[in-house]
């Protein structure tokens, strides 16, 4: 749809480089500026640790903002409250590219209520153990748009300029959002059928490292890329079995009830319902992420029964074990 070219060389010819500002230093943020300056970029950064506090006011000096605040759901559902909050503090007539998870839709309502401001999206991929590496080596640079005319394009072609060089896209906003629920529900899924293949091998005695190892090679089932072919294939993954994580827990629930808002046919909202349940019964039967898992489904959660085979549970703790040993 979009090339990245002609802006990537408008601001090679000389125009004045744009001004990058960064609300919320976290995993996204702070690895994101850090690229940025190492670029060249002149960069304002705000958030609530220090010493980033200070520049709440500055921010409005900013050309384009990346926004990077937590998009938690909750047992109420998705909660966008920060990310719509923090975008006052982008000055009039600039750009806000925000970076945080949103729910389809969202990016349009955020530009409803902020008329003066021209805002998008950008989903982010990165992986918290490589997170400076992802920042500079983006897997794919997308930009949302919530109104597709000229001064939209004309300033998401100047975004996808000043990031990382990646294959690019311009697409609607709510496109851009969906698109980030697509990787990270894929992941999901595949963790879950990895765990249902590995409780079979468990009880059958078939060593799952093999698998492994046979899987790895296989392109028809292995991702393409040699490091990513490992990812998603081990059943007890860091402390435990289940699909634990800050982005995965929440991200999956409000894909769940998107489902049942738009689809919401019974099949489809069984399998996803069984997906769901075989997920929390595997953290709980590992006791991994319960904080998480209780800020998404509520405290009563950890008192759920856990109905994790006794067998399985044995080989999650010899499965852990192994991991814990190699590391
Ligand atoms: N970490 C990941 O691996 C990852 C990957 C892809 C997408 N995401 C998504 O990106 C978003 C941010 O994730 P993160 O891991 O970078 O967050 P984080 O929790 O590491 O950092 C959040 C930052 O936001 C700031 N912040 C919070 N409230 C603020 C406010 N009112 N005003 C100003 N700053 C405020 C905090 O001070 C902090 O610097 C979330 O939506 C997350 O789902 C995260």
Known sequence: ?????????????????????????????????????????????????????????????????????????????????IARGVLKHVGHGKTAVVKSTLKPGTTHSFQKQYPDIFVMHSPEFLSRGTAAYDASHPLQNIVGIPVDNEEYRTRAERVLSVLPEAPSIIVPAQTAEFFKYVHNTSLFARSIYMNLLYDIATELGVDWAHVKEMIIRDPMIAFQDPVIAKWHIEPAHSSGRGIGGDCHIKDFETFSRLFAETVGDEHGMKLIDAMKNMNIELLLGSKKDLDLLSGVYGKDILKRKTKVKKAARKSAKKAGQKLRKRA
């Open 1 to 81: 749809m979009a090339t990245t070219k002609t802006a990537k060389k408008a601001v090679k010819n000389g125009h004045k480089k744009p001004i990058i500002g960064f609300i919320g230093q976290g995993w996204i943020g702070k690895n994101y500026a850090e690229d940025f300056e190492k670029r060249g970029f002149e960069t304002i950064r705000f958030a609530l640790e220090e010493p980033y506090r200070q520049n709440e006011d500055k921010i409005k000096e900013a050309d384009i903002v990346f926004i990077a605040v937590p998009t938690p759901t909750t047992t109420d559902g998705f909660d966008d409250s």
